[in-house]
Nanobody, 122 residues
Framework: QVQLVESGGGLVQAGGSLRLSCAASGSTLSMYVVGWFRQAPGKAREFVAAIRSKGMSYYADSVKGRVTISRDNAKNTVDLQMNSLKFEDTAVYFC????????????????WGQGTQVTVSS
């Protein structure tokens, strides 16, 4: 069973960048589909991006062109590079993992981290 820990969140001005990292223990993350989700105050958790075990990635329309998901197999992490951040990107960001199908629905991911806060000031 894989355990996930997110890091890299913080406070940033609009237009700035952050790099989030999802570190795994207990298993090799390269075997999993890994997704990033976010939850803003008072809103449902929503899909941000995901990367399959062989590297294919996909993104929510709201972040496409501003966000890049990537693997670092040597570090056993999946990173989320976020550029041109907007106030509406403010949320708690979670990484999740699935051995089998990991899509855009949170219900397809059985393993979750505890989240990291991203706050974008306008």
């Amino acid at each position: 069973q894989v355990q996930l820990v997110e890091s890299g969140g913080g406070l940033v001005q609009a237009g700035g960048s952050l790099r989030l990292s999802c570190a795994a223990s207990g298993s090799t993350l390269s075997m999993y589909v890994v997704g990033w989700f976010r939850q803003a105050p008072g809103k449902a958790r929503e899909f941000v991006a995901a990367i399959r075990s062989k590297g294919m990635s996909y993104y929510a329309d709201s972040v496409k062109g501003r966000v890049t998901i990537s693997r670092d197999n040597a570090k056993n992490t999946v990173d989320l590079q976020m550029n041109s951040l907007k106030f509406e990107d403010t949320a708690v960001y979670f990484c999740a993992a699935s051995v089998y199908y990991g899509g855009t629905s949170e219900n397809t991911y059985p393993y979750w981290g505890q989240g990291t806060q991203v706050t974008v000031s306008s």
